[in-house]
């Protein structure tokens, strides 16, 4: 379906696109939903992303609009769209709308952890008009699907966001470059309200698994005993429970696998020496839940 999706003038793939964000806005409750039940997320983490999804598939129609021409601007070809779970309906929309948008058949692989919510994304573009032939769902886990997509020399471009386990996988010598750890600098001249407020949301919104969550807080040493108060306390008024509920502020991580990992980095801290300060556990009978 490649050669009959680039020849389609680019005016209407935006128009395709701009339909296809109309009907999210119209299903966010389905949306918002899904991301709660499938991701974890909570209500409000969810309602944010879902925005941001339609706003993606606004934003490449507008540059559409703005500055394609089939003559001029030529597409790829098969493009593989590999997304990951912590943003399974803002990012894999993101992904598969750019590729849209420029003409690009597109094999759209989600996040083995969510695809009920990859699959409604879909199924909007579908309706509003983009070819089951353009656009191919292909759920499954990274290791075999998405591997097996990238070796394809039929596929002419990848777009990916992942972790750094299956990008060893798609490219080798690539993987020594990814990933990274996500510092903020605070000094003196910084109000600490401001800084313990900005610290728990970028720690902690989204159960920390945002790619730009903070992982080091590096403070001026005349201010981080007061700060450091500051944050634990803010930290113990936080609500660690059912992503469902509006009181809840930090929902579970995506799966087992994932706590097990966090969990044990937490206790090699501690067999470190290093002081460990954490908020109690929620009162829930079963979810992959990590106490702040």
């Known amino acids: 379906g490649a050669a009959q999706w680039a020849a389609v003038p680019a005016a209407e793939r935006a128009a395709i696109l701009e339909r ?18 499938e991701a974890g997320k909570t209500l409000a983490a969810a309602q944010a992303e879902a925005r941001e999804a339609v706003d993606f598939l606004r934003y490449y129609a507008a540059c559409v609009r703005r500055g394609f021409d089939n003559a001029t601007h030529r597409p790829l070809g098969p493009v593989a769209c590999i997304s990951p779970w912590n943003f399974p309906l803002a990012i894999f929309t993101g992904q598969v709308a750019a590729a849209l948008a420029a003409g690009n058949a597109v094999l ?23 070819p089951r032939s353009a656009l191919q769902l292909l759920p499954g886990p990274g290791e075999t699907v998405g591997a097996r997509l990238v070796a394809d020399a039929r596929v002419q471009g990848v777009v990916f966001t992942g972790s750094t386990e299956v990008a060893r996988l798609l490219q080798q010598t690539l993987a020594g470059r990814l990933g990274g750890q996500n510092a903020m600098i605070v000094d003196s001249s910084a109000l600490p309200e ?15 698994q945002r790619c730009s ?9 005349e201010v981080a005993p007061r700060i450091t108060a500051m944050l634990e306390g803010a930290m113990a008024e936080l609500c660690v429970g059912d992503p469902a509920a509006l009181s809840t502020d930090v929902g579970p991580v995506i799966d087992e696998a994932a706590r097990a990992a966090i969990e044990r980095h937490v206790e090699a801290l501690r067999a470190r020496g290093r002081r460990v300060y954490r908020i109690d556990p929620p009162v829930q009978a079963y979810g992959s839940f990590v106490p702040p």
């Open 20 to 37: 296809a964000a109309d009907a999210l806005q119209v299903g966010m409750p389905v949306l918002v939903g899904l991301l709660v039940r």
């Open 108 to 130: 759209a692989k989600p996040a083995e952890q969510t695809p009920l919510i990859a699959a409604q994304a879909v199924q909007a573009l579908w309706r509003a008009g983009v």
């Open 194 to 208: 401001q800084v313990v407020a900005d610290v728990l949301v970028s720690a902690f919104d989204s159960a920390g």
């Open 213 to 221: 969550a903070l992982r080091v807080l590096c403070v001026q040493q």
